[in-house]
């Protein structure tokens, strides 16, 4: 009995120990290839090119960025939506905004113009008679003159004739009176003063040369005669301009005019007086629209007493809007608005907890400040991406998702995204503006973005459709010179003349434009 127990333990302890050498072994091997094949089933891709994947980590093919593990599958998303991970969402810096009404806080419209003559002050001053000019006092353009102060000496025939008529009509005044008022009449219609005339019937003596003086006082901006002239009776002699008001004309967009006035404040300022604000009122606004700007003119009439501003001044205007301060409007920051065309595009982040995106199509209203009116395309509490909206629509065309440049369904794995910087000479924003429509205008392009202060623009397309040339040609088109074609001449003197740079080019041999320095076409 007692050797049938012994038996019994042996048995039972060496089935034990071949459990656990052999059975447990089985087991582990069993998890460990279980390890194997979900470690084998992870894909790795590019934070910045999601269409890079492969099995193993390592670096992307494209940009030497280290591989990250790819998400598994894409369950519950429609077929314009994507994802990115959490590390390209930190690398590119992308943030995103709740869409909300708001009280309008910065309306002020921002404006570029130019100081001119005011018209309603200039005067021509003209000759009453023919003939030739004996003396001219007028040396120069810019001088000042005053009303009664004598401009020049003119010999008239006519004038002479007219003296010696005078005289004999004198003697016969009391038997002929209608003839001596005829030629008194004319002398008048001469603008000889009652002086004049009286000296010349008491003396009985003819003048030779008669003085031409000043009717206004003023600045001469134009001698259009010189001393020895022959001219004839109502030649215009000088141009005259009083500055003692000036006026600013300003640049307005289409999308800009409803939001001013007749009568509204505005603030003026310059780069020749940095410290110093002039105030002044919307005197008007020019009701014909320039169809090559698309602007209309806006104009500020300025108290010029003390000669601060100079006609060709370039200023900047800051007008409140007409915007009600307390009207809740639905806004979004310009940051968030990528334009292709005539479509405006935002990017919503479709999961409030998940970086998920999708493009949509808005309609834009007002410019207020910094921000974009929302007319149709976002709903109170959409949230949409604000920093690193060229990112999110690079990836969602890499994802063939829809995209600025991409607007159906269709997947698009060719696309081929390239990223170009180069020099473009303007001025303002109106040349900003010009300039990234000229450039978004070529097929292919999915973004363009020019810098004032740097003078260049930044390009991203689809190397598919176009290449960097006829992007430069585009460009050079719409007038402004770049780096490697100058600009059309004829869209140049078409430009608004607060964005007529300097247009001569500085060429090298090669053909490219030198560097330049831009810091004489600021505002």
Not at 454 to 472: E, N, P
Request: glycine share 6%; with cysteine; aromatic share 6%.
């Amino acid at each position: 009995m007692k050797k049938y127990i012994v038996y019994s333990g042996i048995l039972t302890l060496g089935l034990l120990l071949g459990w656990l050498f052999f059975g447990g072994s089985s087991n582990t091997k069993k998890e460990h290839n279980h390890d194997l094949i979900t470690e084998t089933s992870q894909m790795w891709t590019c934070s910045m090119h999601p269409k890079v994947l492969q099995p193993e980590p390592g670096d992307c093919p494209i940009c030497g960025m280290d591989l990250i593990p790819a998400e598994n599958g894409s369950k519950g998303l429609l077929a314009d939506q994507f994802r990115l991970t959490e590390n390209a969402m930190a690398l590119a810096n992308i943030q995103t905004t709740i869409v909300g009404k708001g009280i309008v806080e910065d309306n002020v419209i921002k404006l570029s113009g130019k100081i001119a003559e005011n018209e309603e002050s200039n005067a021509v001053q003209v000759s009453y008679f023919s003939g030739r000019i004996e003396r001219l006092n007028i040396s120069f353009t810019g001088e000042e003159i005053r009303k009664g102060q004598l401009l020049a000496t003119i010999y008239s025939s006519e004038l002479y004739a007219a003296q010696q008529e005078l005289i004999t009509a004198a003697s016969l005044k009391e038997s002929q009176p209608e003839l001596y008022k005829a030629v008194h009449n004319k002398l008048k219609l001469w603008k000889l003063s009652d002086n004049q005339i009286n000296q010349i019937e008491e003396t009985g003596k003819v003048k030779e040369n008669f003085p031409v003086y000043a009717t206004v006082s003023g600045i001469v901006t134009e001698k259009l005669v010189e001393q020895g002239d022959y001219i004839k009776q109502g030649q215009p002699l000088l141009k005259i301009t009083n500055l003692n008001t000036v006026w600013a004309n300003f640049d307005v967009y289409e999308n800009q005019i409803d939001l001013l006035k007749k009568g509204q404040e505005v603030k003026v300022i310059t780069n020749a007086y940095p410290n110093r604000e002039f105030r002044g009122k919307v005197d008007f606004i020019d009701p014909v629209l320039d169809t090559s700007t698309r602007t209309l003119t806006l104009r500020v009439v300025l108290n010029n007493q003390n000669n601060v501003f100079k006609p060709g001044m370039f200023v900047q205007a800051e007008i409140e809007s007409i915007i009600n301060k307390n009207e809740s409007v639905l806004v979004i920051p310009s940051s968030a608005v990528l334009w292709t065309g005539e479509r405006s595009v935002v990017y919503l982040k479709s999961d409030p907890d998940q970086p998920v995106f999708e493009m949509h199509e808005i309609t834009l209203g007002n410019k207020i400040g910094a921000n974009y009116e929302v007319l149709e395309g976002l709903s109170n509490g959409d949230e949409i991406v604000t920093n690193g909206t060229f990112t999110v629509d690079a990836a969602a065309q890499l994802h063939g998702k829809r995209s600025m440049m991409n607007n159906t369904d269709r997947k698009n794995k060719d696309i081929v995204i390239k990223d170009i910087s180069f020099g473009v000479r303007g001025n303002c924003e109106m040349c900003k503006n010009t300039i990234e429509k000229a450039a978004s205008s070529v097929d292919g392009v999915a973004s363009a973005n020019w810098d004032v202060d740097k003078k260049k623009i930044d390009v991203s397309f689809d190397g598919t459709k176009t290449d960097v040339m006829t992007i430069h040609n585009a460009i050079a088109a719409s007038g402004y010179s770049t780096e490697k074609v100058a600009g059309s001449e004829e869209a140049y003197i078409n430009l608004p003349s607060c964005c007529q740079y300097d247009n001569e080019m500085m060429m090298n041999q090669s053909g490219e434009m030198k560097a330049d320095d831009h810091s004489n076409h600021n505002h």
